[in-house]
């Protein structure tokens, strides 16, 4: 039976599941540097800006990439709380 194009796209992204913690644990710590910087730094000046720009990509980055680890996860059960052995 073939597979749809929808369960494709999941089987292939989830082979890239290890990368994908990498990446979010990478730009999550990327966004914890740029706050620290927001808060060390003048509020005046053009370097807040390009912070705030910097935060708003790195968050619109962080949700589907936390989407899609969580989603490989629960399709191989590995966020599965239940104990088997109960």
């Known amino acids: 039976m ?3 194009p ?3 796209f999941w089987d ?7 990368l994908l913690h990498l990446l979010l ?4 710590v990327l966004l914890v540097l ?14 807040y800006v390009i912070s705030i720009v910097t ?3 790195l968050a619109s980055t962080i ?3 936390g989407y899609c680890v969580w989603r ?9 709380t239940d104990d088997p052995s109960d």
């Open 2 to 4: 073939s597979m749809s």
């Open 6 to 8: 929808k369960e494709r």
């Open 12 to 18: 292939v992204l989830c082979e890239y599941r290890s």
């Open 25 to 28: 644990l990478f730009a999550t």
């Open 34 to 47: 740029t706050m620290m910087a927001m808060a060390m730094g003048d509020q005046q000046t053009d370097a």
């Open 55 to 57: 935060m708003t990509i």
């Open 63 to 65: 949700v589907p990439i």
């Open 72 to 80: 490989c996860g629960t399709m191989t059960n590995e966020f599965d």
